[in-house]
């Protein structure tokens, strides 16, 4: 799955960066194994923050900024590292054969953890047994929009034209085997209408072609498609969160319309190696749960359309187990490939 659209560009974010260190505080009787023996997270070791999509895009923007708080927080050096490829699983697949001592951790989104595994056959690592969930960091709603000359008013008006013309209106996606492209195959599926899927190269491009109609709808993040809808050159149908959105408190949820179990959001979290210590993982979940409520990162946040979650680590362990589970399905009835 590809990195969210950057809306950071600049070239400072595209090295890797050594976060700065402030403060001494060590994790003292709290740590056990391999990293008490050390004395804690010691500033002459630094963490590696492992981001698997390249520099720029919301996990790794909204990653570097909870790095460097942590880093004060730990009172050590966090070093953020771009390790993109393959949807993501690069980067995962590292962190998963590291050493589970605290020093390796994945910032990565809901494709490496719950879709690709289902897309990629045998993947070099356990997307749920080869890692300990640490935090969620933050969920990103996506809004079912169309252009403003399409005729379709609602949800209804879709489904009836896509079962009337079967075959013959297009939802663009941001690429095969994205969360963009899932909640379209889940639209099918839910309703019997058949639509094309014109994946793209990314997000940007898949929103462009939806704005000049060169395609019917699209499912898009609520960050990207927002501006677009509120100045009337996209047209919002529904909403995939749970509940409306506050800058869209006119159009329904999914749910409202009638689609069961459509509450689709697009997740980051943070992981940590199997067998990690428990002790560290619940240092970790403690300090970037602190971390989330930095006024900092809570405006950074709000910029990239990003809803901070935080909770446990066995509430992001169930979130991920029931979205594998839940586009499992999706992709076998669908009978996706990867590319």
Do not use: C
């Not at 960066?17 to 709290?30: C, D, I, K, Q, Y």
């Not at 970790?284 to 709000?302: H, R, S, W």
């Amino acid at each position: 799955m590809t990195a969210s659209t950057s809306l950071f560009p600049s070239p400072v974010l595209a090295r890797r960066g050594v976060l700065a260190v402030a403060g001494a505080a060590l994790l003292g009787p709290l740590l056990t194994g391999p990293a008490l023996a050390q004395g804690g997270w010691p500033a002459s070791r630094p963490i590696t923050w492992v981001v698997p999509y390249p520099p720029g895009g919301s996990t790794d923007v909204l990653g570097r900024n909870v790095a460097q708080r942590i880093a004060k927080l730990l009172g050590t050096n966090v070093i953020v590292e771009n390790k993109a490829g393959a949807t993501g699983t690069i980067g995962a697949a590292f962190v998963a054969k590291a050493e589970p001592d605290g020093y390796t951790l994945l910032g990565t989104s809901i494709g490496p953890q719950a879709i690709a595994p289902h897309l990629m056959g045998k993947l070099p690592y356990e997307p749920i047994a080869g890692f300990e969930p640490v935090i969620t960091i933050g969920t990103i709603p996506h809004i079912l929009v169309v252009g403003t000359n399409q005729p379709f008013k609602t949800v209804a008006d879709l489904v009836a034209a896509g079962k009337a013309q079967a075959g013959k209106l297009a939802f663009a996606s941001g690429g095969n085997g994205t969360i963009l492209q899932m909640q379209g195959e889940l639209l099918q599926q839910q309703t019997g209408a058949r639509f094309i899927h014109v994946p793209y190269k990314g997000d940007t491009p898949a929103l462009q072609d939806t704005l000049g109609e060169q395609v019917q709808f699209m499912f898009a993040p609520a960050s990207a498609a927002l501006p677009h809808v509120q100045s009337g050159k996209l047209r919002a149908l529904a909403v995939t969160s749970a509940q409306r959105l506050s800058a869209l408190p006119t159009v329904p949820t999914m749910g409202e319309v009638g689609m069961n179990d459509f509450v689709v959001e697009q997740w980051q979290a943070v992981f940590a190696p199997a067998k990690t210590p428990a002790a560290i993982v619940q240092r970790l979940n403690q300090e970037i749960g602190q971390a989330l409520k930095d006024p900092g990162v809570v405006a950074l946040a709000d910029k990239l359309g990003v809803t901070l979650v935080g909770g446990t680590p066995r509430q992001l362990g169930e979130l991920q187990k029931a979205d594998s589970l839940k586009w499992a399905k999706v992709i076998k009835d669908a009978n996706i490939k990867a590319e």
